[in-house]
């Protein structure tokens, strides 16, 4: 049986895919819905997680302190994070103590931002810690993307590249 797809791609390489192959990949899933398929199975993941309510509340953190002052010291300081979490932590991410990954959504002991006086972080000017994120220095976030979120990215990445690519893998006779 021959393939509709107009591309081939081996499932390991050591070597980087061609430009004109990865053009021609983005390009056809650009055209059909997999570049928001693929974003929104991860803007979902990483919602469900708290780790875009860490990510906020980290940044904003930076910025209140006075720590970053542009948005490229912004950058510079998130990427670090992502790429190596808070310090003491190693390995991949799970769901912490100090998460708001962790919390009951909507009980008042643990509040969900919904909540009325302290619970929704407006405690003396909204410098509070109360908002469940637990989070009193930047020091205390760690914002390696969850393990769920990786997983449920790659199976969805390599769905969508199956519908516009074949992938052949090695010793595999199909």
Known sequence: MSSTKPLTLPSTTSAPIPSDTRNNIYSALLSGTGIRTIEATLEHE???????????????????????TTVAELNDRVL?????????????????????????????????????GNMNGNAVNGHGTSNGNAHADPADFDLRIPERAVREGVRVVRRELEKVCEITVEGDDK
Do not use: F, H
């Open 46 to 68: 990483l919602q469900a997680s708290g780790w875009i309510a860490d990510l906020k509340a980290y940044m904003t953190s930076l910025l209140r302190s006075g720590e970053c």
């Open 80 to 116: 670090e994070r992502v790429r190596t979490g808070a310090p003491g932590t190693t390995g991949a991410r799970s769901a912490s103590p100090n998460s708001s990954r962790d919390r009951d959504e909507g009980t008042p002991e643990k509040g969900n931002g919904n909540m009325n």
